[in-house]
């Protein structure tokens, strides 16, 4: 493995993505920090924020091809701050990588991407929307109808971007809270993406549709101390609603789990604490690790009671910090498609 | 019974402590000159790898710019942001007083090695490296920084020596170059889709990886050549170990023939004999791996400064222990220990059990297979002469100098008996006759021990007469070429500029050193451009060339390359080299150059400059009658750095420096190896000593006293020593022959003329004397004591 991939397991002071950070979620060194009640400004919100530690603009995506083929696709942009600010050159405290990929039924491709803020290598504008990181970009005339490309060493892909419905504001109007502390970050979604391009996998150019969901989110405090990783899902029923939930491990075996309800016309409902049950069916040994790849999800409130299964049980990212992340089906009580993320195992 | 047995054949080193003594120094001494060396080679090694981790070198394409030294960084983003997956460096020389640091800035990030060797990071090491405020440095130079940067500066010693690593924007503060980068380094994994190179950035060019400049390839010769010098006294050992050894299966044989008619069998005897064997090698191997260790501590250091001198290859000043290193040191006393046993244990399998015990010595046999070593002999011999006439390439160089040694070696003994018997013909008197008569007697069990002498005193005399060639050459080199009195770095263009319009007048001559890295008929090499005036005119020398050489350079016309291009792509005065896409040049000269493994050639400023513009002179040497009367001007007017001048005297005397580290080293070895041959020749005249009193006690029975004989012990041992120094003599002037027309020629791309050194070879020849009648003295002086009761033993049987 690249020296500089475990230079930045060891370092990076980000991020809900890994185990071991958890310490820095509590440690700020004038970095702004969520406050409830938030007001949000956009498009300048669409932007950076260099002055929280951590940000991301984090999309996933449900496709099929022309025969009914299932594919998953991931784009994402992080910004990690040194320190708060922004400043010219190499002076610029603020760090940038990325990740994406592509998941079949059978196959997991991803790569990765690394940049230093303040010399034009990434960075994200407000208006037009573009954010970018070398060759990667998400990046239209607003944030409604944006164009998307990453390339790996073994896949690329094209996509457009249209937005279908409102921005969903999560937690409580935007304000998500992470644990029982009070950790929290600013965090909105637009997870009413149609989209459709072209993905170049080594067998050849796939023309594809679907669904995304792109996550908005940042904060300075990701993680408490106690909590070592978190399983994460979005999902879309046949129905047209939509669910957001997460769940939180802590160190003495509790969970801290939250969620938002959403209707097809985009009204959100918060979910209390403990109003949701995820619970794993079945573990995937994946890169050394038990991962598990298929749960029950019950939500009594809405009448929910599925079964979450991924595409690809392997869809192991195998970045510098590592987690799982891949496409899901979603049978039962409702059915639907959606993505699982996974960290901390 | 194995118990038994093992105690009865351990009883045997019990009785001859001497014995044993000389089997563990032999071995041990043997396993330390090799284990050592490979320390050497391994640490240098290890040295490189660290470099070329921290930048790529040799490990990822790099992109260079066409011309110049540097570009914006600019270039970086648009590569980066077409898809390339690059890394920027910048690179600089920074003065902190009077120390030079390799400055080396990267991005931790996007780095495809990370941060290379940096150990010393903390915790957090991108935090720390990106916190703008640290410098890594090796510990050598970190105090000399500590004064001169704001920065924090962490000692590391993972970083080689003379070298300082940053994050790329303290960097280009430090360095005062904003925007600019040096390189960039190629990741080995890039994305599909990549536009090509010359539609993003036309200003850079890929250079592979195997096409950097490789320290490793450039100093594989280096190492080959210490290699070598290792094996030769490993060599060395063997015989000592081979000759105790063999003494003692010998000795043993009754005691053999009592455990078989005991009823051991013959393989439990031998498993016996292989497993005493193993301990002993053991044994001798642990002592000889710390013996080894301290040799390469002590060494390393000079070692360190010749690969940077030589090879601008930076390698760490501090050994460190690697368990591979001990295991093949043990390994290696195994091996030999089993190549000279194999012959013994070879003989006591064939022998019948119930074959009467040897009476006489192994060594006292060793004679009898004359015929095959004459054979032998001549065979190496003439294959040292045909792999010298017909091979080609280094390995055939050393394969060469093995053969000759060994031949001379196998050839020594049946020399010295011919010199001996034309002794014994013109001995006058009966006690001369006997004593030259009992000096051939004696040759084969001296035998061992005088090859061990012949070698060693060969490769004295070859070694010196290279090195001393070399030095006479280097001289008068350093002399034609560092013609200006003071060379000056200047820092900045701006400097640069000043320093030309305050020398106008003030020196006698302004040579700028204009050159560029390049590559000349698919090589590695430097092109210059010089200013054509009576400094280059009256001084160089060339070794071969072809009318009005430098009006031809001057005019643009011709360009002179150095002996290492010339010889490597076998281009001669009269043939063409380009020197730029399109422009060929007819060669007019070729010169000998002594400092410097890469290829040069050069041209005229005019044209030089005609081609690449974009070429800054920053080196100026200026001539001048009064150089420390402009030294200081410039110091004083221009506010440049004493360090950044050096004046010619320091310059030669810096090149010397490294030309006698250089060869420190092969000083040392060849020092270790005469000490190993003196000490076989003592071991064996201690061990014969035994076996002399019969052979001795007529001779006193018959009047002659025991000074006599122990005067006459001197006098044999100092006669057999001279006899090896006169086939020592020429053996070491063929060595030399070699080591200069075809090693020096592979490993270095350039032939010495070869000189010699009468008054050196005499005080070798002395020394070598000397250390015979010192091995001769201890035996000599115990036989004179010998109490006539000893002598009169002899007969008590008769």
Redesign the interface.
């Known amino acids: 493995m690249n020296k500089v991939l475990i230079f930045l397991l060891l370092s990076l002071p980000v991020t809900g993505l890994a185990q071991g950070f958890a310490g820095m979620g509590t440690d700020v060194e004038g970095f702004a920090i969520p406050r409830p009640d938030p007001v949000f400004d956009f498009p300048a919100d669409h932007s950076a924020h260099p002055d929280y530690r951590i940000e991301w603009w984090y999309l996933t995506a449900n496709l099929q091809d022309d025969a009914g083929t299932d594919y998953g696709l991931q784009w994402t942009l992080f910004r990690s701050a040194l320190a708060p600010g922004e400043a010219d050159g190499w002076n610029s405290p603020q760090i940038w990588f990325a990740h994406a990929a592509v998941t079949t039924a059978d196959a997991h491709f991803s790569a990765e991407r690394f940049a230093r803020g303040g010399i034009g290598q990434a960075g994200v504008t407000a208006a037009p929307f573009d954010a970018w990181i070398d060759d990667w970009r998400l990046a239209g005339d607003s944030f409604d109808d944006m164009d998307l490309t990453a390339t790996g060493p073994d896949f690329s892909y094209e996509m457009s971007l249209t937005a279908e419905g409102p921005l969903v504001f999560q937690g409580d109007k935007g304000y998500s809270v992470k644990s029982a502390e009070g950790q929290a970050s600013y965090y909105y979604s637009q997870p009413f993406f149609a989209i459709s391009g072209q993905l170049t996998l080594p067998e050849g150019t796939v023309p594809v549709t679907g669904t995304a969901w792109l996550d908005r989110e940042w904060s300075s405090q990701p993680l408490a101390e106690n909590q070592t990783g978190w399983d994460w899902f979005s999902l879309n029923f046949e129905t047209g609603e939509k669910l957001m939930a997460f769940q939180l491990r802590q160190t003495d075996g509790t969970l801290f789990n939250a969620g938002t309800w959403i209707a097809p016309d985009g009204t959100t409902t918060p979910l209390a604490n403990d109003a949701l049950s995820a619970s794993p069916l079945e573990q995937t040994q994946v890169a050394g690790r038990d991962v598990p790849t298929q749960w029950r999800l019950e939500l009594p409130s809405r009448g929910v009671d599925v079964t979450v299964k991924a595409l690809n049980p392997r869809a192991w990212m195998n970045t510098s910090v590592a987690y799982w992340e891949g496409p899901v089906f979603v049978s039962g009580s409702h059915t639907g498609r959606g993505y699982l993320e996974m960290t901390g195992y | 019974m194995t118990a038994a047995g093992l105690s009865a054949l351990l009883s045997y080193w019990r009785r001859n402590l001497l014995q044993l003594f000389t089997l563990v120094i032999g071995l041990a001494l043997a396993t330390a000159l090799w284990s050592g060396v490979q320390a050497l080679n391994t640490e240098a090694r290890a040295s490189y790898d660290a470099a070329a981790a921290v930048l790529g070198e040799g490990q990822f394409d790099q992109l260079v710019p066409r011309t110049g030294d540097s570009f914006d ?2 270039t ?2 648009d590569l ?4 390339w ?1 690059v890394g920027p460096v910048l690179e600089g020389t920074l003065w902190a007083g009077e120390t030079r640091v390799r400055l080396v800035g990267i ?10 060797p940096i150990t010393q990071a903390g ?5 720390t490296f ?3 405020n640290v410098v890594f440095a090796n510990p050598e130079i970190a105090d000399a920084l500590e004064t001169e940067l704001s920065q924090e500066v962490i000692r590391d010693p993972g970083l080689a020596p003379g070298t300082a690593i940053t ?3 303290v960097a ?1 503060v430090v360095l005062d170059r ?2 600019q980068l040096s390189r960039l380094i190629v990741a080995p ?6 536009p090509p190179l010359a539609s993003v950035a036309p200003a850079l060019v890929e250079q592979p990886s195997q096409q950097s400049s490789d320290i490793g390839q450039l100093t594989d010769s280096f190492h080959l050549n210490l290699t070598a010098f290792s094996l030769l006294s490993f060599a060395v050992g063997i015989f000592i170990v081979h000759g105790a050894i063999g003494l003692a299966f010998e000795q043993r044989r009754g005691m053999l023939r009592t455990l078989r008619t005991l009823g051991m069998s013959l393989r439990h005897l031998i498993w016996l004999l292989l497993l005493e064997l193993a301990a002993l090698a053991l044994i001798a191997g642990g002592i000889g791996v710390v013996l080894g260790y301290v040799l390469a501590a002590s060494l390393l250091p000079d070692v360190a400064a010749s690969l940077e001198g030589l090879y601008g290859a930076q390698v760490s000043g501090t050994l460190r222990l690697h368990p591979s290193w001990w295991l093949s040191g043990l390994a290696i006393a195994v091996l030999g220990a089993s190549v000279a046993a194999a012959q013994a244990l070879w003989r006591i399998g064939q022998m019948p059990v119930l074959a009467s015990p040897g009476a006489r010595a192994w060594a006292m046999a060793a004679g009898r297979h004359r015929g095959a070593q004459a054979f032998g002999a001549v065979a190496l011999l003439a294959g040292a002469a045909l792999l010298v006439l017909l091979g080609d390439g280094l390995i055939l160089g050393f394969a060469s100098l093995a053969c000759l040694l060994l031949g001379a070696a196998l050839a020594l003994p049946l020399l010295l008996d011919v010199l001996l018997r034309l002794g014994q013909r013109r001995a006058k008197g009966v006690v001369w006759e006997w004593f030259w008569a009992d000096t051939r007697q004696q040759l084969p069990g001296l035998s061992l021990a005088l090859m061990a002498l012949l070698l060693a005193m060969a490769a004295n005399v070859g070694v010196s007469t290279m090195v001393s060639s070399f030095r006479l050459t280097f001289i008068g080199f350093l002399d034609q070429r560092l013609t200006a009195e003071l060379y000056v770095n200047t820092e900045t263009a701006a400097q640069a500029k000043a320093l030309q319009a305050f020398a106008e007048d003030r020196a006698d001559a302004i040579l700028p050193i204009l050159f560029v890295d390049t590559r000349l008929a698919d090589q590695p090499a430097e092109l210059f451009g010089a200013r054509v005036g009576p400094s280059y005119e009256d001084n160089w020398r060339f070794l071969q060339s072809e009318g009005a050489v430098w009006e031809r350079v001057a005019a643009g016309e011709a360009v002179i390359i150095n002996e290492q291009l010339a010889r490597r792509a076998d281009l001669w005065p009269g043939d063409g080299l380009a020197i730029a896409p399109e422009v060929t040049l007819p060669i007019a000269g070729v010169v000998g150059d002594y400092g410097n493994p890469i290829g040069q050639a050069v041209i005229g400023e005019a044209l030089f400059r005609d081609h690449f513009p974009d070429v800054q002179t920053t080196r100026f040497g200026l001539r001048s009658s009064e150089p420390e009367v402009l030294r200081r001007a410039l110091i004083d007017t221009l506010g440049i750095q004493p360090g950044q001048m050096i004046d010619q005297s320091a310059l030669k005397a810096f090149s010397l420096g490294v030309f006698e580290r250089t060869f420190t080293i092969t000083a040392a070895l060849n020092v270790l190896t005469l000490a190993v041959a003196g000490f076989a020749i003592l071991m064996s005249l201690l061990t014969l000593a035994g076996f002399r009193l019969p052979q001795l006690a007529p001779a006193w029975a018959l009047g002659v006293t025991r000074r006599d004989l122990g005067r006459l012990e001197l006098l044999r041992a100092v006669i057999l020593a001279a006899l090896t120094l006169v086939v020592a003599m020429p053996l070491g002037l063929a060595l030399a022959w070699i080591l200069l027309a075809v090693i020096n020629v592979e490993a270095f791309g350039w032939r010495l003329p070869m000189f010699l050194f009468p008054g050196d070879y005499a005080r070798l020849g002395a020394a070598a004397l000397f250390a015979a009648l010192l091995a001769a003295a201890w035996p000599a002086f115990r036989l004179a004591r010998t109490p006539p009761a000893g002598l009169l033993k002899v007969f008590a049987n008769e």
């Open positions: 960084r600019a970086f983003v980066r942001r077409a898809g997956q991005d931790p990030l996007t780095m495809p090695g990370g941060a290379g915790e957090n090491p991108l935090q990106l916190s703008r994050d790329i924007g280009q904003p925007g994994e890039q994305p599909l889709g990549r």
